[in-house]
Structures are given as structure tokens and as C-alpha cells.
């Protein structure tokens, strides 16, 4: 059960735009110099959310295209000196919700239920982790 816990949470993580991690400064392979939680490559991330929802192929290659538009995103961003770190946050925020509405646009009604229950397990293991809650 944990472990299909920390897989929802990792796929869950992917689609809240936790391209701080994905993708290093300096664009390079999104294996490489990653910190925390053992990142997986986008590809790996793309086919857990596909098992995860039973996408298609062609949603899957949608998915990923819009994940692809989100790190760069999210890097430019990251990049961006003249923001400060609340004015990231909140572009990151909205990037995140327009990543998540994009995608929920490509889902079967099935597919968005359990969509929005992975958003939701995600935001709820956010508040667990802000508060120093370890769940056993």
C-alpha cells in the first residue's frame, strides 16, 4: 500500500508542475542532477499517469507535449531574475493550473475522476509535509 502510495504521489507530483526538480538549469537530460525524491525521466513519468488513467496513445502524446510546454515553462520562469521568489511561486501556481486544465481537456470522464483524485492525494500529502506530519 505504500508503495502504491509513493506512485501516486510521484505521478501526482509530475502534473503539479514539480519542474523544479525535472529539469536542470542548464536543460540537459532530465535524468541528471535531480534532488530529493528520485525523479524519474518524463517518459517513465508519462507512462506511470498513462497506467495510472488507461490513456491512449495519442493522449499520451498529448500529455507529454504539454509537459514538455510546462518544464520549459517552468524553466523559464526559475530563470527569470526579475521576479522575485513569491512572484515564481505564483507563476508556478498558475502554470501548474493551467497544465492541469489542459490535461483534464484530453480526458474521458473516467479518466478525469481519477485525475482530480490523484490532484487531490497530492495536495493533501503537501499539507502533511508543511505541517511535519510523517503518516505511518
Do not use: Y
Given at each position: 500500500m505504500?508503495?502504491?502510495k509513493?506512485?501516486?504521489?510521484?505521478?501526482?507530483?509530475?502534473?503539479?508542475?514539480?519542474?523544479?526538480?525535472?529539469?536542470?538549469p542548464?536543460?540537459?537530460?532530465n535524468?541528471?542532477?535531480?534532488?530529493?525524491?528520485?525523479q524519474?525521466?518524463?517518459?517513465?513519468?508519462?507512462?506511470?499517469?498513462?497506467?495510472?488513467?488507461?490513456?491512449?496513445?495519442?493522449?499520451?502524446?498529448?500529455?507529454?507535449?504539454?509537459?514538455?510546454?510546462?518544464q520549459?515553462?517552468a524553466?523559464?520562469i526559475r530563470?527569470?531574475?526579475?521576479?522575485?521568489?513569491?512572484?515564481?511561486?505564483?507563476?508556478?501556481?498558475?502554470?501548474?493550473?493551467?497544465?492541469?486544465?489542459?490535461?483534464?481537456?484530453?480526458?474521458?470522464?473516467?479518466?478525469?475522476q481519477?485525475?482530480?483524485?490523484?490532484?487531490?492525494?497530492?495536495?493533501?500529502h503537501?499539507?502533511e509535509?508543511?505541517?511535519?506530519?510523517?503518516?505511518?
Amino acid at each position: 500500500m505504500k508503495h502504491l502510495k509513493a506512485i501516486v504521489l510521484s505521478c501526482a507530483m509530475l502534473l503539479a508542475v514539480s519542474a523544479f526538480a525535472w529539469q536542470s538549469p542548464s536543460g540537459q537530460d532530465n535524468k541528471q542532477n535531480h534532488s530529493g525524491m528520485g525523479q524519474q525521466s518524463l517518459d517513465e513519468h508519462v507512462k506511470m499517469v498513462s497506467e495510472k488513467l488507461g490513456l491512449s496513445e495519442d493522449q499520451q502524446a498529448k500529455a507529454k507535449a504539454v509537459l514538455v510546454e510546462q518544464q520549459q515553462q517552468a524553466a523559464a520562469i526559475r530563470n527569470d531574475s526579475s521576479l522575485s521568489q513569491d512572484e515564481k511561486r505564483e507563476k508556478m501556481r498558475s502554470l501548474r493550473d493551467a497544465t492541469h486544465a489542459k490535461i483534464r481537456e484530453m480526458l474521458n470522464d473516467d479518466q478525469k475522476q481519477k485525475f482530480d483524485q490523484m490532484i487531490q492525494e497530492m495536495a493533501n500529502h503537501s499539507k502533511e509535509g508543511k505541517s511535519g506530519d510523517t503518516p505511518k
